[in-house]
């Protein structure tokens, strides 16, 4: 921080082609390694990941500058690994949207991640590992 600033979007670090991308994966956190490490073995140049740093306040204008490179992105999808009601989806659909609409006006903005839940972990290796996995491949709209 000391030589560099804080960056509240940060956009696709491999070298992609705008052109080819028919689908934008927005994130924030953990989750984007595990998009990241996916995608890089699946060898897909049709996907970018996009990293929200911030949510509040939220940077529209900075994530429409992001997005717009991507003129043929089809679809768009929010991935979090907290379930639905825990993470950042319910509390900034609305910016997602919003951004998307001023983008791309026929896109809605989908979901990827673990469903409602009361407890913030399901308390397992094993099925938190492959609850993991069905988010990634989810975000990827891969066969589970």
């Given at each position: 921080m000391v030589a560099g600033s804080f960056k509240t979007v940060l956009p696709e670090v491999d070298n992609i082609a705008p052109e080819d991308v028919k689908r934008v994966v927005l994130c924030g956190g953990k989750v984007y390694y595990d998009l990241l490490e996916?995608?890089?073995?699946?060898?897909?140049?049709?996907?970018?990941?996009?990293?929200?740093?911030?949510?509040?306040?939220?940077?529209?204008?900075?994530?429409?500058?992001?997005?717009?490179?991507?003129?043929?992105?089809?679809?768009?999808?929010?991935?979090?690994?907290?379930?639905?009601?825990?993470?950042?989806?319910?509390?900034?659909?609305?910016?997602?949207?919003?951004?998307?609409?001023?983008?791309?006006?026929?896109?809605?903005v989908n979901y990827a991640g673990r469903p409602s839940s009361a407890a913030p972990a399901c308390g397992s290796p094993y099925l938190h590992a492959k609850q993991q996995a069905a988010l990634v491949a989810q975000a990827f709209q891969l066969e589970q």
């Open positions: 996916k995608r890089r073995d699946l060898k897909r140049n049709d996907i970018v990941l996009i990293r929200i740093e911030q949510l509040y306040p939220f940077p529209e204008e900075k994530l429409i500058q992001t997005l717009q490179p991507y003129v043929n992105a089809s679809s768009l999808v929010w991935c979090q690994e907290e379930p639905m009601n825990q993470g950042a989806w319910y509390s900034s659909r609305h910016h997602f949207q919003r951004v998307v609409s001023r983008w791309k006006p026929a896109l809605d």
